[in-house]
């Protein structure tokens, strides 16, 4: 075996230490003051355990009982605390930790010139810890944990520009994040309640949870949590907002690999084997609801960053209703299509951030060497043939099972068309009267490259290692005619509806990022107190040792009085 088990196992480990002790090193002034120039190879060492344990994963046939994940855990008790990483969190792990490496690079440049680049390297590895570790938690504990950190950490990562808008963003941000959390928090009890044995896993607990007496609460609290992170309309309210105002890099992994940590909540809490027929449909009317309403409130957006965040609340729409169809019709193997088509998500949207970012930072003037790339990964996301999103977009076809869900399915790969072409538009101009960037032009260009690259073809290369069949395969049904054509009329129409909005979009309303906000006065002057607090928060984290010690400390309390609780 080129890849084994142990090899497999000691890497999983590696890779999740390592964004950890690193925040454990920043207690030295002396690597505190220098960290920030590894941020593109502190994520590696979770790249190869993705990387190795897909192919130990790969080498058995599962459904003859062979290595079906790869776990690291203890058991005090039966509670069965610790890893596990099968074939979708290897997948989003291995994407993720890509994401994050490239944003790394990235960001180096733009850390070399500012004044708070110490504080942001924190906030980056909580957050860069809690996204790594989400994906292959296996009990309730561990995963509350990190996710509690890719979701409140990120905090720092949207407010380090120390803006107004930035604060008032941060805000927002918090105060559902919070609400988020605390909905999580009250179902894990409700399944923990409920489970017959004294375990935290969460493959039991969920098993046992269409027998559970409390199974509609719990159903409930697990799709506001997960639905506000994936930003769900009308909980879409702080997507625009936080990704306008974070900086370029930190947009990227934002967009691309924390908002994922809702969509694999879904995917390890939702009872697919079961089935759940009411909150499937739910979810499906959820979902295409803000599939729609991401396109309808993006294309009246000027801003650049401001429509990339209403494309994800559009894509993530999508995710959900192919999830909730999954639910509905109980497809446990559903999870691989829903993988692959959030993986493909997780590629084109932080490299279509990157690529802004080349663009309106002034890196080069010659913005064809952005639009080029850009223009085949942003219509991949509406599912242009022998890009990444066909294969993204062809998995999630059966999921979509009848007429009705078939047609809705491609008016959103229209619109997913039109709102990538007016981003397309807006990148364009985004980079007049910009200068051109002095220094670290390279270091910005080469992860754009890179990640577009990768949205483009590795949701090819994931085909058999997600065990769906050889690429080869999926690539001749996807140029089949019939399948041809569902791929290409909605680009078309998207395209026309383009010129339409060329011609007119003019006299389209201009609609504030954060749209419904504008109906709650109340509410903004909630995020005016939050974001004060904030700015307060901001100034004691300043205090660097203070902070990463308290912040330590408070993640270990958390962890350990959960275990003690049972």
């Known amino acids: 075996m080129i890849a084994s088990l142990p090899m497999a196992e000691l890497l999983v480990g590696v890779g999740l230490a390592t964004p950890a002790l690193a925040l454990v090193a920043c207690f030295s002034q002396l690597v505190r003051e220098r960290i920030w120039l590894l941020l593109a190879l502190i994520p590696l060492p979770a790249l190869a355990a993705a990387i190795v344990a897909l192919l130990v994963l790969g080498q058995g046939d599962i459904a003859n009982g062979e290595v079906a994940a790869i776990a690291l855990l203890f058991d005090p008790n039966g509670l069965a605390i610790g890893l596990v990483i099968d074939r979708p969190g290897a997948a989003m792990l291995g994407v993720t930790a890509l994401l994050w490496a490239a944003a790394g690079l990235y960001a180096a440049p733009m850390l070399q010139a500012s004044s708070h680049r110490s504080r942001f390297t924190l906030f980056w590895l909580l957050t860069l810890t809690g996204s790594l570790g989400v994906f292959i938690a296996a009990d309730l504990v561990s995963f509350y944990l990190f996710y509690g950190l890719v979701s409140l950490a990120a905090f720092g990562l949207i407010a380090h520009d120390g803006t107004v808008f930035a604060r008032r963003a941060t805000g927002l941000y918090l105060l559902l994040a919070i609400l988020g959390e605390i909905a999580l928090l009250l179902a894990f009890a409700l399944l923990s309640a409920a489970s017959p044995e004294p375990s935290l896993a969460i493959s039991s607990l969920v098993a046992g949870l269409s027998g559970s007496p409390w199974a509609g609460p719990s159903m409930a609290l697990l799709l506001l949590g997960f639905a506000l992170k994936i930003a769900l309309v009308p909980g879409h309210v702080w997507m625009p907002l936080a990704y306008t105002a974070a900086p370029f890099p930190a947009a990227a992994v934002l967009s691309g690999a924390a908002v994922k940590a809702g969509v694999i909540g879904l995917i390890r809490f939702l009872p697919f084997e079961?089935?759940?027929?009411?909150?499937?449909?739910?979810?499906?009317v959820l979902g295409l609801s803000s599939a729609f309403y991401g396109v309808a409130i993006g294309i009246t957006q000027r801003n650049a960053k401001t429509v990339l965040a209403y494309s994800s609340i559009s894509q993530m729409g999508l995710i959900?209703?192919?999830?909730?169809?999954?639910?509905?019709?109980?497809?446990?193997?559903?999870?691989?299509?829903?993988?692959?088509?959030?993986?493909?998500?997780?590629?084109?949207?932080?490299?279509?951030?990157?690529?802004?970012?080349?663009?309106?930072?002034?890196?080069?003037?010659?913005?064809?060497?952005?639009?080029?790339?850009?223009?085949?990964?942003?219509?991949?996301?509406?599912?242009?043939?022998?890009?990444?999103g066909a294969a993204g977009k062809l998995a999630l076809k059966p999921l979509f099972d009848t007429a009705l869900l078939?047609?809705?399915?491609?008016?959103?790969?229209?619109?997913?068309?039109?709102?990538?072409?007016?981003?397309?538009?807006?990148?364009?101009?985004?980079?007049?009267?910009?200068?051109?960037?002095?220094?670290?032009?390279?270091?910005?260009?080469?992860?754009?490259?890179?990640?577009?690259l990768a949205a483009l073809?590795?949701?090819?290369?994931?085909?058999?290692?997600?065990?769906?069949?050889?690429?080869?395969?999926?690539?001749?049904?996807?140029?089949?005619?019939?399948?041809?054509?569902?791929?290409?009329?909605?680009?078309?129409?998207?395209?026309?509806?383009?010129?339409?909005?060329?011609?007119?979009?003019?006299r389209l309303p201009r609609?504030?990022?954060?749209?419904?906000?504008?109906?709650?006065?109340?509410?903004?002057?909630?995020?005016?107190?939050?974001?004060?607090?904030?700015?307060?928060?901001?100034?004691?984290?300043?205090?660097?040792?203070?902070?990463?010690?308290?912040?330590?400390?408070?993640?270990?309390?958390?962890?350990?009085?959960?275990?003690?609780?049972?």
């Open 406 to 452: 078939g047609l809705l399915s491609a008016l959103s790969a229209a619109g997913s068309t039109l709102l990538m072409l007016h981003f397309l538009r807006r990148l364009w101009v985004s980079g007049d009267a910009i200068e051109p960037c002095a220094s670290g032009v390279f270091r910005r260009l080469l992860p754009w490259w890179l990640m577009a």
């Open 274 to 284: 079961a089935g759940a027929p009411a909150w499937g449909e739910l979810l499906v």
């Open 457 to 506: 073809l590795l949701p090819w290369l994931l085909l058999p290692w997600l065990g769906l069949g050889a690429a080869q395969t999926w690539l001749a049904l996807s140029l089949s005619p019939a399948d041809l054509w569902k791929a290409v009329w909605p680009v078309l129409l998207g395209a026309l509806a383009m010129l339409a909005l060329w011609r007119w979009g003019e």
């Open 511 to 566: 609609v504030p990022p954060g749209d419904m906000l504008i109906l709650g006065a109340p509410l903004t002057r909630l995020m005016s107190a939050v974001g004060a607090g904030i700015e307060a928060l901001d100034r004691g984290l300043r205090q660097w040792p203070v902070a990463g010690l308290s912040l330590l400390i408070l993640s270990l309390l958390i962890w350990g009085g959960a275990l003690n609780a049972y």
């Open 320 to 388: 959900a209703a192919a999830t909730g169809s999954a639910l509905r019709a109980g497809e446990s193997a559903a999870v691989l299509l829903l993988t692959l088509y959030a993986a493909h998500h997780l590629l084109a949207k932080g490299a279509l951030f990157l690529g802004l970012g080349v663009v309106a930072d002034g890196v080069t003037r010659r913005r064809w060497l952005v639009l080029m790339p850009a223009v085949l990964v942003g219509l991949g996301i509406a599912g242009l043939p022998l890009t990444g």
